[in-house]
């Protein structure tokens, strides 16, 4: 388990992280999203205890992280690839990693198998592709056979064939009752492979759910074509809702369902040439939920 | 798991980051070299021109002169140490050794245990072979100085003992400015540019502040009589020494206080 108390990172005048309150619960694939430069990497790293919370703190499994012995027993991360020295081998990284944690040299051989690297255990890491990195990485946090995994962005370079692999992962280390923390700024990927979503902007929560609550919540809208256009309008507002003319005569409907709208063109004796619900997709619940909070917008959105 | 300390562990780690990339490899073999081959050259030319030039006879030190080689060795050993700290900062690798050992501390004094030992046993194996190939050079030709005489003894150990305490300020500047390049500039810049500047001043100066600069203590600790103005051997090896431990604390201090 993962327990940010008030957590907030300031570097100089930038927040990074405001005020976060969260808790990441074992057994579940939990999706991290935000915007770029929302503050998922920095909230993974004063986790990891690479940097120091300005007010607040972060907890694994209860404790700081710098409290805990041989942490890499405890928690793995992958924060970012091929962060090892080039010239040295898969092998030899691993084993530099174990050894500080006292993880026998055989279990490296055992994640190098499982992530598809021990053909290429001895060659330099400066000659891997951004993929064969990313597994080294995975490789890396697997190490300690912890119960708490974080990875910061982890299908970045990866092939389609590496991306059901690490998706896969993902789910059978959270059926094994591990704490799987995954952050991405693409809700599509989470929307397939998180049970889980926390959901992050400038540095504040805005919101977290299960994937199913989050669609829930989002307002559909119902898109309707009449014979008699202004009636109908009329009746819509009558009953309580919101509409806009959309292009090429239709409505768009707001507050009201399908099945509403029919029944009131039926009462008012409006003939109806088209009425379609429209169900907010996941990726426009969270454009719409961080609209306000994109660092970098481009303009026109 | 463990509730000791974790200092062994962390060390052992170490251990197999310094032996498994090229640069540590590289910096070792480059300091033999230097070491050797530029004492080879020094004292054959020395040899070669003895009796044409009396007038170097006066002074002359068979023992500073064989080890002359650890002048240029010295940036060689600067560079490993500094290395072995900036290399993990270019690549990114110190946030998997901080995740991996949280205890900062730890991770300075296994590098500094990793790095002190292989720079001890490398330069006295250097100064070594210099030295006795140097008398080698020199006998028939050259006054000699034996190692049965314990200040030759002295200075050659001392040779050593310079190289080593230079890598560690090489290390100690690692952790303090993290760019392979800022180190090399500013350890250069201790070592040769130094002396430079001092030599523009005024000799009442010169002689007050020459003393304390690296180069002047090491020629201190590698010769017989130690130069004039300048402190004995053993003064020599305790201001370095005091250079090393001050800087080391300031980079521990430094990087348990920084983000990483």
Redesign the interface.
């Known amino acids: 388990m993962i327990a940010l108390e008030h957590l907030t990172k300031r570097y100089r005048k930038t927040v990074a992280v405001d005020d976060l309150d969260l808790v990441v619960q074992p057994g579940v694939v939990t999706g991290f999203l935000g915007p770029n430069g929302s503050g998922k990497s920095t909230t993974m790293?004063v986790i990891?205890?690479?940097?120091?919370p300005t007010r607040g703190r972060a907890t694994v499994n209860g404790r700081p992280?710098?409290d805990?012995?041989?942490?890499?027993?405890e928690?793995g991360?992958l924060?970012?690839a091929?962060?090892?020295?080039?010239?040295?081998?898969a092998r030899?990284?691993l084993?530099?990693?174990?050894?500080?944690?006292?993880i026998p040299f055989a279990r490296v051989d055992e994640v190098l198998e499982f992530v598809g690297l021990a053909s290429v255990a001895t060659k330099r890491v400066g000659d891997f592709s951004l993929g064969m990195g990313q597994r080294l990485g995975i490789a890396?946090a697997l190490l300690g056979d912890p119960g708490v995994l974080l990875f910061d962005e982890p299908v970045n370079g990866l092939d389609p064939e590496g991306i059901r692999w690490i998706r896969d992962l993902f789910r059978s280390l959270a059926a094994e009752g591990r704490t799987v923390f995954v952050s991405s700024h693409l809700m599509s990927e989470m929307a397939v492979t998180a049970d889980q979503i926390i959901v992050i902007g400038k540095g504040h929560l805005i919101t977290q759910g299960s994937v199913g609550d989050l669609t829930a919540a989002a307002k559909g809208s119902v898109v309707v074509r009449a014979k008699d256009r202004e009636r109908l309008e009329g009746a819509l507002r009558a009953a309580g809702a919101t509409v806009e003319v959309a292009n090429d005569d239709a409505l768009r409907v707001g507050g009201l369902a399908a099945e509403a709208v029919g029944q009131l063109a039926f009462d008012q004796g409006v003939v109806l040439f088209e009425l379609t619900p429209e169900r907010a997709s996941l990726e426009e619940v969270y454009m719409a939920l961080t609209a306000g909070a994109v660092e970098y917008g481009s303009g026109a959105s | 798991m463990s509730a000791h300390p974790s200092v062994a562990s962390v060390t052992r780690s170490e251990w197999i980051k310094f032996r498994s990339v090229r640069s540590s490899i590289m910096g070792v073999a480059v300091t033999f070299v230097l070491t050797i081959g530029i004492g080879a050259l020094i004292t054959a030319s020395i040899r070669t021109h003895w009796t044409s030039h009396p007038e170097a006879h006066i002074g002359f030190d068979p023992v500073t002169t064989s080890l002359g080689g650890t002048l240029f060795a010295q940036f060689a050993v600067g560079v490993i140490g500094a290395l072995f700290v900036t290399s993990e900062y270019s690549s990114g690798s110190i946030r998997a050794t901080l995740t991996a050992t949280p205890r900062r501390v730890e991770v300075a004094i296994a590098k500094l245990v990793v790095l002190v030992a292989s720079l001890l046993v490398v330069s006295e194996v250097a100064v070594f072979v210099t030295f006795l190939m140097g008398q080698a050079i020199y006998s028939g030709v050259v006054p000699t100085a034996s190692l049965s005489n314990p200040t030759v003894l002295r200075a050659v150990i001392f040779g050593g003992f310079y190289l080593t305490l230079l890598g560690v300020i090489g290390m100690a500047l690692g952790w303090l400015l993290r760019q392979s390049a800022a180190c090399i500039s500013v350890f250069t810049s201790l070592i040769l540019v130094l002396p430079i500047v001092t030599f523009l001043l005024p000799s009442s100066w010169q002689n007050a502040i020459g003393r304390f600069e690296p180069s002047t203590l090491g020629q201190s600790m590698e010769s017989v009589a130690p130069p004039a103005h300048a402190f004995s051997a053993g003064g020599a090896l305790l201001v370095l020494g005091i250079y090393a431990v001050v800087l080391t604390v300031a980079a521990a201090t430094v990087l348990t206080r920084r983000d990483a």
């Open positions: 790293r990891m205890g690479l940097d120091r992280y710098h805990l012995r041989d942490p890499l027993r928690v991360a924060l970012e091929k962060a090892v020295n080039p010239g040295r081998s030899n990284h084993r530099a990693l174990a050894a500080s944690n006292k890396a």
